[in-house]
């Protein structure tokens, strides 16, 4: 009886792996913690309908963690968590952290935003640097390959911080001795600071989206809790009573 459960384990096994192998075969990409670092939902073909963009995961290491190789653009219905790929871009000499999408330079269409840790030709060190593209025509178009903001960051999000209806980069800069958060929006051929909050004892910024339309932004302040920002005009303040 044993040895009949025993087959029977392997068959299905056999089965799996087969079932596995033929998925990705056919250009399937399995959609996990293990293959992706990460990912975002968007519409960044224009028609209305979301993809799933991933960043798939490498060994390979970076002072924000582990970097990925590949973007992908995929279809966002899965069977068993296998997603059909409908393009993909080798982008690990970028070393690429984290995927974001948003419509930055509101022309209708969302960009794809990849957060990389790589030098820059006119700053020769590693750093994050923002990069922006538009993958709407199955080719990976930069948009907007950004060396740095006007501070070095240590994170970065998009978050429609004004009401208009498009995304701005929100970012946590570095200054001298302490943190900020600063807020850009896209103007001609590139971006300009709109806001800067006080320097500030920060550990991290989380987007909030707010049903107003004018997206919050969630401050870790370590022991002394959280608090929550917003743009008031050029500046970024404290939510009043919101600590
Ligand atoms: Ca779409
Ligand atoms: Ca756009
Ligand atoms: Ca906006």
């Not at 970097?67 to 000499?93: A, M, N, T």
């Not at 600071?193 to 004892?201: I, K, M, N, P």
């Amino acid at each position: 009886m044993k040895k009949i459960y025993f087959c029977a384990s392997l068959a299905l096994a056999a089965l799996f792996l087969f079932f596995l192998a033929k998925r990705l075969a056919r250009g399937y990409f399995w959609d996990s913690p293990l293959t992706r670092i990460s990912t975002v939902l968007a519409d960044v073909q224009g028609d209305d309908e979301p993809e799933l963009v991933a960043i798939s995961r490498t060994l390979g290491l970076t002072p924000y963690g582990f970097h990925g190789k590949s973007l992908l653009v995929l279809e966002d219905e899965s069977s068993w968590g296998f997603h059909r790929i409908i393009s993909e871009f080798d982008i690990e000499e970028a070393k690429p952290l984290k995927v974001m999408a948003g419509d930055v330079n509101r022309d209708g269409s969302n960009e794809v935003s990849v957060m990389v840790y790589k030098t820059a030709e006119f700053h020769p060190v590693f750093a994050l640097r923002p990069f922006f593209f538009n993958v709407s025509r199955g080719k990976l178009e930069a948009v907007w390959l950004g060396s740095r903001l006007s501070q070095p960051f240590v994170e970065y999000f998009l978050l429609d911080v004004n009401g208009d209806g498009f995304e701005e980069i929100v970012a946590l800069e570095e200054t001298r001795e302490s943190y900020l958060i600063a807020s850009y929006s896209w103007e001609s051929f590139g971006f300009v600071c709109d806001a800067r909050s006080e320097e500030l004892s920060l550990k991290s910024i989380a987007p909030i989206l707010s049903e107003d339309g004018f997206g919050r932004i969630l401050a870790d302040l370590g022991t002394e809790g959280t608090q929550e920002f917003f743009l008031d005009h050029d500046k970024i303040i404290p939510v009043p009573g919101n600590q």
